[in-house]
């Protein structure tokens, strides 16, 4: 590294030669100190001082003790480290939380709660389309509807009620349920075909259970047969048991005094909805 005191040619300059003692004093205004780390002449105003790295490091210990105008201490310094350090690892009270300071762009965001789109059968049947569309319909308006059950050969019997809720198997929930199916009587030749044996009366072991069975009535049909009927408040219909669903005979009556007659009328609606076999 060339010397500052040469010129470009490599000569030392007279005044260089000269030397001034100005421009090598650190509180002299006229200090040059490029001209002092290159000179032999310069004399450190405190000797015994410390070195440091940069002028960075230099600023940050007097920062730390308050500022330039305060006298520089390695002690204090010492102090003021420990005192941040034992800060760090103090322990945290139990029960207390922890305070952190932040700047304010750094300050926490206030947050909201998302609302999750929940699928349940109730948003599902808005998409129901064809005979469930119409079942749709029948549920909002309040319709009472018939449904015929099947059992293993035939139709069973039917049940009428007010639709509450359904879905893409035709599984049904209904209301205010009237129920008739037909049934094999116990004692014709000792209903082989059901293979149950003799039947045995359970309302003693529900009475002690507090399970309240609907009345069933039961009324014959022929030799064979007997129709039951009953009403319950609420049940519940397996979609693979049910064959068709209409909505139930609108019965308008007229009474027309002809010879002190009494005329009924009865209207029925043409809409019916037939169970397709499909696999979803």
């Given at each position: 590294?060339?010397?500052?005191?040469?010129?470009?040619?490599?000569?030392?300059?007279?005044?260089?030669?000269?030397?001034?003692?100005?421009?090598?004093?650190?509180?002299?205004?006229?200090?040059?100190?490029?001209?002092?780390?290159?000179?032999?002449?310069?004399?450190i105003?405190?000797?015994?001082?410390?070195?440091?790295?940069?002028?960075?490091?230099?600023?940050?210990?007097?920062?730390?003790?308050?500022?330039?105008d305060?006298?520089?201490?390695?002690?204090?310094?010492?102090?003021?480290?420990?005192?941040?350090?034992?800060?760090?690892?103090?322990?945290?009270?139990?029960?207390?939380?922890?305070?952190r300071?932040?700047?304010?762009?750094?300050?926490?965001?206030?947050?909201?709660?998302?609302?999750?789109?929940?699928?349940?059968?109730?948003?599902?049947?808005?998409?129901?389309?064809?005979?469930?569309?119409?079942m749709?319909?029948?549920m909002?308006?309040?319709?009472?509807?018939?449904?015929?059950?099947?059992?293993?050969?035939?139709?069973?019997?039917?049940?009428?009620?007010?639709i509450?809720?359904?879905?893409?198997?035709?599984?049904?929930?209904?209301?205010?349920?009237?129920?008739?199916?037909?049934?094999?009587?116990?004692r014709?030749?000792?209903?082989?075909?059901?293979?149950?044996?003799?039947?045995?009366?359970?309302?003693?072991?529900?009475?002690?259970?507090?399970?309240?069975?609907?009345?069933?009535?039961?009324?014959?049909?022929?030799?064979?047969?007997?129709?039951?009927?009953?009403?319950v408040?609420?049940?519940?219909?397996?979609?693979?048991?049910?064959?068709?669903?209409?909505?139930?005979?609108?019965?308008?009556?007229?009474?027309?005094?002809?010879?002190?007659?009494?005329?009924?009328?009865?209207?029925?609606?043409?809409?019916?909805?037939?169970?397709?076999?499909?696999?979803?």
């Amino acid at each position: 590294m060339s010397d500052p005191e040469q010129d470009t040619a490599g000569r030392k300059s007279p005044a260089s030669s000269e030397g001034s003692s100005t421009d090598l004093d650190v509180t002299s205004p006229t200090f040059k100190p490029l001209r002092a780390l290159y000179s032999n002449k310069t004399q450190i105003p405190v000797p015994h001082a410390k070195p440091l790295d940069n002028v960075t490091s230099f600023e940050a210990r007097f920062r730390m003790l308050g500022g330039f105008d305060e006298r520089y201490s390695d002690q204090r310094i010492q102090e003021i480290r420990r005192a941040a350090s034992s800060a760090k690892t103090a322990t945290i009270p139990q029960g207390e939380a922890p305070v952190r300071r932040f700047l304010p762009h750094q300050e926490m965001v206030q947050g909201y709660r998302r609302t999750r789109f929940q699928r349940n059968i109730y948003t599902k049947i808005e998409n129901f389309e064809g005979p469930l569309g119409e079942m749709r319909t029948w549920m909002r308006e309040r319709v009472r509807v018939k449904v015929y059950t099947r059992k293993e050969k035939g139709v069973r019997g039917f049940v009428t009620g007010f639709i509450e809720v359904f879905d893409k198997h035709w599984n049904l929930a209904l209301s205010d349920v009237f129920e008739s199916w037909k049934r094999r009587k116990y004692r014709y030749s000792e209903n082989k075909r059901a293979g149950l044996g003799k039947p045995q009366d359970c309302s003693e072991l529900l009475r002690k259970m507090d399970i309240s069975v609907p009345e069933t009535a039961v009324k014959s049909v022929d030799r064979k047969y007997v129709m039951c009927s009953r009403r319950v408040p609420k049940l519940i219909v397996r979609g693979e048991q049910v064959v068709l669903v209409t909505p139930e005979s609108v019965v308008q009556v007229k009474e027309e005094k002809e010879g002190g007659a009494t005329m009924v009328v009865k209207k029925e609606k043409e809409i019916t909805i037939k169970k397709e076999k499909s696999e979803d």
